[in-house]
């Protein structure tokens, strides 16, 4: 019995959600999985580095590849452009991994309808109040960012009904053991493994 090509997953929720936190764990302890590393053109946090977390690129280099049709999708998100490479995201499909798409609403959705086979999570906090307090807790934004980020969180959570399932990051374990489940029964979906018990 061998892996077929492997699934992709799109994982969406609103900034200071924990999909980062989340997705690192699951990363972590799970083989074969790969994350796709989004283009954008906003400016680097502390900490992060160019091709790990993003490629960090000009807004005219993000357009050359939008020209070049080099993205799965691309969106604009409080001011800045994001896209998904779309080579690294086949190849690794073509190679029989899974692959994780970390991206907004917008994106998701043209992804889903190039990519019927996707499976949309959307991770969410347990309330607006603890959302609230996660993103002020970062301490890197003004309060007038932090209330854009939580206008568009609103409207961000009004279309969970478009996605496959509903991760709630109350506790940090159990949404871990949750998003990870979901992957491992789509490795169990009929179409995803090559079964040659009759061969």
Known sequence: MNKKKGNLYIVTGPSGAGKGTVLGRVLA????????????TRQPREGEKHGVNYYFVTHDEFRQMIEQDRLLEHAEYVGNF??????????MLNAGKDVVLEIEVQGALIVKG??????LIFIVPPSF??????????????EEVVQRRL???????AQMDAYDYIVINDQ???AVHDLSSIIRAGRCRRGSVALNLFD
């Not at 190039?114 to 499976?119: E, F, G, V, Y």
């Not at 109040?129 to 003004?142: H, I, K, M």
């Open 82 to 91: 994001y896209g998904t490479p779309a080579a690294p995201v086949d190849e």
């Open 29 to 40: 302890e799970m083989d074969n999985v790969f994350l796709s590393v989004s283009a954008t």
């Open 129 to 142: 109040d603890v959302l609230a307090s996660r993103l002020r807790s970062r301490g890197t934004e003004s």
């Open 114 to 119: 190039k990519r019927p086979d996707a499976t």
């Open 172 to 174: 940090l374990d159990d």
């Open 151 to 157: 206008m568009k969180a609103r409207s961000e959570c």
